[in-house]
């Protein structure tokens, strides 16, 4: 069965930090690009960033650049959102995705207050 599995959200005062986890399984978790996403309320689905399969290549939305880091852990298979300066416009629910597959985690509420 597959699962991913979003743990690390909270509330934060704004200029804090978070770090978001997505824990992988069922799949072959090592062979896929995997990408964040978020929503916030009212608002589309927005990607976030991406990290290739062996994690040598980040991409990042331009809104976020500089701030978040994505990395992953294929002998954990887990996958890893380090978030800094985090401002109010952050406030959304982050999905880990496996885009080639089209899996979705249920997503963790990251709520920062200004």
């Known amino acids: 069965q597959v699962q991913l599995v979003e743990s690390g959200g909270g509330l934060v005062q704004a200029g804090g930090s978070l770090r978001l986890s997505c824990e992988a399984s069922?799949?072959?978790?090592?062979?896929?690009?995997m990408r964040w996403y978020r929503q916030a309320p009212g608002k589309e689905r927005e990607l976030v960033a991406t990290?290739?399969?062996?994690?040598?290549?980040?991409n990042y939305a331009d809104s976020v650049k500089g701030r978040f880091t994505i990395s992953r852990d294929n002998t954990k298979k887990t996958v890893y959102l380090e978030m800094n300066s985090l401002k109010p416009d952050d406030t959304a629910v982050y999905y880990c995705?496996?885009?080639?597959?089209?899996?979705w985690g249920k997503g963790t509420l990251v709520t920062v207050s200004s």
């Open positions: 069922g799949f072959t978790f090592s062979i896929y690009a």
């Open positions: 995705n496996c885009n080639a597959r089209n899996y």
């Open positions: 990290i290739s399969s062996g994690g040598g290549s980040t």
